[in-house]
């Protein structure tokens, strides 16, 4: 044995540890933030560049070398204005995705609680089955007992006590 547990707690160990929900909830994860990205495609890119540059310069004049520091930049900034369908196909084909993981993590936590079900029913059934095979014993050793007295009384045969037997043993 071990220590029984009521059908709630084996859902909810079995929700707990199944590899296959934990997998599900990991494909949500990582789809959830998809339609995000696909949207980012509508916002303006920004881009940036830095450019730093220093020399020092010699003069036949002076002693001392002339320092000279220049300084540069760019930022670019694009917008898509048009796209041709691209990005609202991918924006939903994205948010399509997402409900698809959603649906599969449902279904698997629904697979997970039926299998659980079926197993703990399956345990009551067979623990039911026990105890009638048990019962079934019961009642031929009480009918093979009798007749084993009255066979060594010389009331009944051999026959007799061999059928007691034979119903004890199916």
Known sequence: GGVPITLDAGIAIGLARAPELRAAEAEVGRVRGMPGVARSGALPQVTGTLDARRSETWRSTSVFGVDEATYGG????????????RLSHAIAAANADEA???????????????????AFLNLLLERARLVVARAGCDAAEALRRPAIL??????????DVTRAAAERAT
């Open 74 to 85: 760019t930022l670019s900034v694009s917008q898509s204005i048009l796209s041709f369908g």
């Open 100 to 118: 698809a993981a959603i649906a599969d993590l449902a279904a698997a936590r629904s697979d997970v609680r039926y299998q659980v079900e079926e």
């Open 150 to 159: 009255r066979e060594e009384a010389g009331y009944r045969t051999r026959l």
